[in-house]
């Protein structure tokens, strides 16, 4: 019989393991080497005077372990520790952007099945999802909070609309695209068992879309986490890494590592929510290596 | 089935919209059981023809009927299983799963699929890989993949197009004997376009011999080898009178060999 790609089970797992490790390893060695970086430009540019683009001081680059520091120690004297207020910030925070998601994933990926069937529509309607994205997010959050404020909407669901706003792009047309995508002959086969147009969806253009899909989730996942942190801050909402981010800007000069350290919690919440799309991908995507990113 | 014709077509022409005339009057009739090649020149519309005969695309005129129903009523009653060239598998599904495909959409149930599926794996030789995914597989046994599929919910008629062109040749011959043995076991009518005379001549009870540009039928020659035939079949001297015959017919036809030579017909 012909070359066929067998493993030994034993080693395939002992690889993934070794493989994961040299993950993590790159990884840690990536953060150091950022780390090392950002504490030479400092050292380098307070000791030459750099002013440009900025002034390379304390107060504009504070070092890192004084960001990590910030982190352990308390708002207000007697209170818990900032890293304690963030976490209850980041699951606020997170609990919009998750909610906007999903809205997001949802309104996207019906929008891509219904562009899918009409040609119609794809020329009528695409422009108008396509504008809807030139929009600029800060002049329409207010809007949206107290808009759906005065139908009984609570703020932090606003906030989910506003991420969901910007979620659903990258979904609606990388499944559109997906769903376009497979080959005539693939139709053709179809064509040939007499399939009708729901059988077409669900057994060859949504599977063959999934590849597409994941790679748009992925963009939305940290879009909807930025998403959600911007919609916090027109709308003055408190609870959320977006309200600690409007507050510790205006105490920027007297303590510029509490931003910093909001700053890597924000990114710290958009790589939980990449990573989780990702696992999920692995779970349900099983195909040719190359087919997955 | 009955003594009517698998295939009947009369008066079939098809013109593009480019304004090339890729088939001109084809009058071709296939009986039950019958294993017909078509053979011609690149562009002859071999290909098209086949497809008009799976109302995969339509005729600008004339009749094709299909188990005496129009083409179209034969499709939407699964009267035909189609190869392609390409595999064209499924790559998110495995093998017993790619096979299932037009079960699942005829609504067979789980156990009554699995049985079949474990039929056809059986007769295309693919035990052991009912759960590979394409990508693992070597294209012949892809192509076997994309047979067993096409025989699946058991069509009285095969619609082959140029399957193992895309195959090395000793795949290509062995597959051609393994061909043979499923057409047996399944009584099934096979319509099969290739571009090799040798494998026409081997596999059919007729060859269609086509010209080009536009599409005609040049002629059509009886291959009188006994069945079942063996890989010494291809050793006969009446095999090689028949390939002669049928290299004549395409020359006749207008086909230029040297050319067509050029372009892959041997």
Redesign the interface.
Known sequence: ?????MEQPGRARLGEAARGAKRVGLVLAGLTVFWGLWEAYRWFGESVGITWPFRVDATNMPHIHDMLNALTKPLQPGGPPLIQQEWHWALFTGKEALLGFALGGVIGFGIAVLLAHSRILRRGLLPYVVVSQTVPILAIAPMVVVGLGTKGVKPWVAVSVIAAFLTFFPVAMNTLRGLLSPDP??L??M?????DRR?VLW??RL??S?PFVFSALKISATVSVVGAIIGETPASIQDGLGGAIVNFNQYYSTGPERLWATNIVCAALGLAFFGAVVLAERLI????PE?VA | MNDRPAVAIAGLTKRFKTGVTALSGIELEVQPREFVSLIGPSGCGKSTLLRIIGDLIEPTSGTVEVNGKPAHRARLDHDYGIVFQEAVLYDWRTVAKNIALPLELLRWSREKRAARVKELVTLVELEGFEDNHPWQLSGGMQQRVSIARALSFDPALLLMDEPFGALDEMTRERLNLELLRIWDASGSTIVFVTHSIPEAVFLSTRVVVMSARPGRVAGIVEVDLPQPRTARTREEPRFFELVTEVRERLVAGGADIATAEAEGVT
Request: hydrophobic content about 50%.
């Open positions: 019989m012909a070359s066929i790609a002959r693939s053709e086969l064509r040939s068992y007499a399939a059988s057994k060859l599977p063959a999934l995507l099983r195909r040719a087919h």
